[in-house]
């Protein structure tokens, strides 16, 4: 069944908080069929019957959790320890495990509890693999053996509850099973019910444990900025992979995803994928390890590094989730099925969060020269090709003429806007857009009223330098008085204005992470506190202006996982807008993250990235495959530039629903440095297809490869169409899926930089279905 995340998750709390979610269950599938002349089409409401069964042999002591096309078992062993014994591909029901068992140390040097797979292991009892939790005591005893106690299953959840050998430390681990794509959401509770605090040093969310095997391939997203998003493979090797942020925030030298699949998996859509991505957006670490016996364990949580996290007496620390799942049909069926749980599951408004509008921002335009007449006269242009979203950009508050002053300084600037924001609005509203803007609040310039007044509120040390990043520093968001600030300045803000979007930009990565205002032994809770103070700001003001959206931006996609994208509803995945640049950004990026929520510009040629010309249409077509936005300067436009944007935009909308929500097949990718790239979406209900073909350049009179189509239905008919480019000659007008998914279809693509596009419209079932 599709159910709902929690609005937030609080990292800390002084009693067990119990929050339950009204889960949403599927409806009775209804089936409408409509005859209409030469032909029919068929309306079909697919009611997603998809629910999750978890069940606890007590005579084995094993627990099964069966979700969509997966099966995960686990057990408790002989000495009390959960254990993993199966992850993968649904098994029967009729299949039953036997009781877990321990596995046999590997000599002396290594224990069993180093052999064993465990579901969370404490430092202690010999361990010497990555522990998911090490604590400090105040006697200075740092050993933690974690034993089974006792579990809970309630519907789709399931909580494990674990507690040390003879210390009051208590661990629970909680499981959530998604019923429509068979991902798990995993975390664990740390509960102090020593008579004294204690100091959490490192701790995961969970650890995934693979079948045992040597012919594992690991791919994880690295990147920089104006380069994110490269997909990285390299084989699973004895010894430990870290992937990880050190920066305060999410980052994007590493995204929290990875995947692991068997290196003799050829085809993107078939063989054993076993993913997962972390819900934090604060400094993460991602460890994979190969053990002493081949086997292959998956941990993430906090970073550990400068870590440590006091926790007092009675009080409890929750991890972040960290979220799992298992593809059949190779990493393309991975990123599908977390595109479908992030738009069902876990988006604001899912299961029906709504489309991204089209969006005109002002950036490239005006850069901080923004006033009233400038942004009416962009507004006007914009509208007049069909944009539905209006962002003024950065320059509208304080003392803000550049990128030295005015952060921290939220009320409208009188000399740009006399009158504030409201003429603007008014005419944005007008002209059939709704109003965006952009802020940055967790950040503040030396020079403003803020820092003058309140210089401690920064990220610091004492008496050393503070670093500059972007003439900018890192207010310190852990602090109350600063958490309060910033929902004030923005509830205002909205409150006083119309305002339906906010684009939250944060462009520098912390320096100095001191918090001086605490006692030093609790100085590191700032690394968990800061986004815990982040996150709870987004809840409360979605809360209060619940038709506010906001888009999570960090000078590109450097601040992009599952915790953000609970919260906002939109990601900036990029700042380099170069629509080649981006085919191979865009793809890397929908690896883990749904395009739904992908924007994608179309901006000026050349760029400043790279002074690479490209067509209008090539850089359409390169947004189109994502949630399209416009960010050229349209002061600069010809007549017959505004004339193909109307088109495109026009176009861009009747496949909208199909981009944003469908099925993505890579069927060419841009890795490898690779001449071409294609990209086919595939409607929920089957109805329409949408190909993207990208040429870098051709060579020695060789045709652009033939497209073999992905997902549709072989015994169905579909009409194509050419949106832009041409088809070769003798493609037929309509043919059966099958025609197009086996013999393929041609295009007429050469020369350098060319684009195409073209969709398949069903216009006749397959015989007995809708």
């Known amino acids: 069944m599709n159910h709902r995340e929690p609005a937030i998750r609080f990292l800390t709390h002084p009693a067990r908080q119990n929050y339950t979610h009204a889960f949403r269950t599927s409806a009775t599938i209804f089936r409408t069929i409509v ?4 032909g029919f089409v068929v309306q079909n409401l697919q009611a997603q019957n998809a629910s999750a069964l978890i069940r606890f042999d007590e005579s084995t002591r094993v627990f099964r959790i069966d979700a969509a096309d997966t099966t995960y078992v686990l057990g408790v062993n002989e000495n009390q320890q959960v254990q993993t014994l199966y992850w993968g591909r649904h098994l029967p029901e009729s299949d039953h495990f036997a009781a877990a068992e321990s596995m046999p140390a590997s000599a002396s040097f290594d224990p069993p509890v180093n052999t064993t797979p465990q579901e969370f292991v404490g430092w202690g009892g010999g361990l010497y693999v990555e522990p998911d939790l090490k604590i400090t005591f105040p006697d200075g005893n740092r050993d933690l053996v974690l034993k089974y106690v006792s579990h809970k299953i309630d519907s789709d959840q399931l909580n494990i509850t674990m507690k040390d050998i003879s210390l009051d430390v208590y661990v629970t681990l909680e499981y959530k099973a998604d019923g429509g794509t068979g991902i798990l959401r995993r975390s664990a509770e740390i ?147 977390l595109h479908r749980f992030e738009v069902d599951s876990l988006l604001p408004h899912a299961p029906h969060p709504a489309l991204r509008p089209v969006l005109y921002n002002s950036w490239e335009a005006t850069e901080f020269n923004v006033d009233e007449a400038g942004q009416m006269a962009l507004a006007e242009k914009a509208a007049s090709f069909g944009v539905e979203r209006f962002v003024m950009d950065d320059g509208w508050f304080g003392q803000r003429k550049d990128d030295h002053a005015g952060l921290g300084d939220w009320y409208v600037n009188p000399q740009k806007f006399p009158h504030g924001l409201k003429p603007l609005i008014d005419k944005v509203h007008l002209l059939g857009m709704d109003f965006g803007l952009w802020v940055e609040p967790e950040m503040v310039n030396p020079d403003s009223d803020l820092y003058r007044k309140h210089p401690d509120w920064v990220l610091n040390f004492p008496g050393r330098p503070r670093t500059e990043g972007r003439n900018q520093l890192v207010l310190n968001l852990a602090r109350p008085d600063v958490r309060e600030y910033i929902f004030q300045v923005l509830d205002k803000l909205l409150n006083g204005n119309d305002i339906a979007f906010l684009k939250w930009d944060y462009n520098r990565n912390w320096s100095e992470p001191g918090w001086p205002a605490v006692a030093p032994e609790a100085e590191k809770k700032v690394y968990v506190d800061f986004i ?239």
């Open 35 to 38: 005859f209409l002349f030469l």
């Open 191 to 337: 509960e102090n019910r020593t008579d004294g605090p204690l100091t959490i040093e490192q701790v995961s969310a969970a650890t995934w444990n693979l079948p045992r095997g040597t012919n594992y391939r690991l791919r994880y997203l690295t990147g920089r900025w104006a380069g994110e998003w490269n997909v990285q493979e390299q084989p699973v090797h004895p010894g430990k992979t870290v992937l990880e942020s050190r920066r305060g925030t999410t980052g994007s030298q590493n995204n929290p995803w990875f995947a692991i699949d068997r290196i003799s998996n050829g085809d993107a859509e078939h063989g054993s994928v076993w993913f997962g991505a972390l819900g934090w957006s604060g400094s993460w670490q991602i460890t994979v390890e190969q053990g002493v016996q081949q086997q292959v364990r998956v941990s993430g949580g906090p970073n550990s590094f400068d870590f440590g996290y006091r926790l007092p007496k009675g009080e409890h620390f929750q991890t972040p989730y960290f979220y799992g799942g298992y593809s059949s049909d190779g990493i393309g069926g991975a990123s599908r099925l």
């Open 532 to 770: 815990r103070n982040f996150y709870g700001i987004l809840a409360e003001l979605r809360e209060k202006h619940p038709k506010v959206e906001i888009e999570s931006c960090s000078g590109g996609g450097s601040r992009v996982d599952l915790g953000v994208m609970h919260l906002t509803d939109e990601v900036w995945p990029s700042d380099n807008t170069d629509a080649f640049d981006r085919l191979l950004i865009q793809n890397g990026f929908t690896y883990a993250y749904t395009p739904g929520v992908m924007m994608a510009w179309v901006t000026d040629s050349p760029t400043g990235v790279n002074q690479r010309a490209l067509t209008l249409e090539y850089r359409f077509l390169s947004a189109m495959q994502g949630s399209l936005g416009v960010g050229a300067n349209l002061n600069k436009w010809a007549p017959e530039d505004f004339a193909a944007a109307k088109r495109m935009v026009a176009q861009y909308k009747t496949i909208r629903e199909t981009i944003q929500r469908g099925s993505l097949y890579r069927l060419i990718t841009p890795e490898h440095d690779s001449e071409q790239s294609v990209t086919e979406s595939v409607s929920r209900n089957g109805h329409q297809a949408v190909v993207f073909a990208f040429l870098h350049s051709s060579s020695e009179l060789y045709p652009f490869p033939r497209l073999y189509l992905r997902g549709l239905n072989a015994n169905a008919a579909y009409r194509i169409s050419a949106m832009d480019g041409k088809l070769a000659a003798d493609a037929p007008s309509e043919a059966s899926g099958a025609y197009w998914m086996e013999h393929g279809v041609d295009l007429e693509l050469r020369g350098d930089f060319q684009a195409a596009a073209f969709t398949l419209e069903l216009t006749a079932a397959a015989p007995g279905q809708p």
